[in-house]
Structures are given as structure tokens and as C-alpha cells.
């Protein structure tokens, strides 16, 4: 079983920098890859960012890349979201999850999801 709780979402003005967490506890080393999804309301979830394990091989949404930064600290099994120049689009509620296979922009592949959290950018 592996738990997650994602921290660090809030409501910010558009063009500003924020970053969330990731906090992650039981067999975390058996998963393949951490991933960051987003869901409008309304919407489907989608792939955001992924970050394997063993090697740091990062991925990213073209919506996002070359703004947010995935990254890992495996020692303490936290994953973060830096998220810059941040847009309305941007608005949803992140979640953080657990990939136990390597096709990792698929939520099919994710086990474990955490609660989730806000992030709000104001127009």
C-alpha cells in the first residue's frame, strides 16, 4: 500500500511561481514512476509531469514543459511540482500518484492516488 498527500495549492495571480509536494509513505520503491495529474471540473484527468524512480527520466504535458519542473528526493520519498509563470488554464485540482507501469502519461498506469490539491490562477 502506498500513500500519498499532496501539499502546496492555492490561489495565485496569474504569472507567479508555486510548488506542490508530494508526500509519499509505504512501498513507493516498487513503483515505477511519480506522476502529476490535473482535473478541471468538467473535465478529463490529464497527464501533467512523471519522474521515474530509479533513473530521475523526467516527462512532461506539452501544455506544461518548459514551466514546471517535476523533481524527486528519493531519501525521503517526496515529489515536487515547480510550476512558473502560471496561467488561468492552469486552474485544477492536482493530484499526485504512483505508476506501477512504464507507460506513465496514462492514468491506467497509476495505482495509488492521492486526496489532491487546489491550485487556483486568477485571470
Known amino acids: 500500500q502506498v500513500q500519498l498527500v499532496e501539499s502546496g495549492g492555492g490561489l495565485v495571480q496569474t504569472g507567479v511561481s508555486l510548488r506542490l509536494s508530494c508526500a509519499a509513505s509505504g512501498r513507493t520503491l516498487s513503483s515505477y514512476a511519480m506522476g502529476w495529474f490535473r482535473q478541471a471540473p468538467g473535465k478529463e484527468r490529464e497527464f501533467v509531469a512523471a519522474i521515474t524512480w530509479t533513473g530521475g527520466t523526467t516527462y512532461y504535458d506539452d501544455s506544461v514543459k518548459g514551466r514546471f519542473t517535476i523533481s524527486r528526493v528519493n531519501a525521503r520519498n517526496t515529489v515536487y511540482l515547480q510550476m512558473n509563470s502560471l496561467k488561468s488554464e492552469d486552474t485544477a485540482v492536482y493530484y499526485c500518484?504512483?505508476?506501477?507501469?512504464?507507460?506513465?502519461?496514462?492514468?491506467?498506469?497509476?495505482?495509488?492516488w492521492g486526496q489532491g490539491t487546489q491550485v487556483t490562477v486568477s485571470s
Open positions: 500518484a504512483a505508476a506501477s507501469r512504464s507507460r506513465i502519461a496514462t492514468p491506467e498506469s497509476y495505482n495509488y
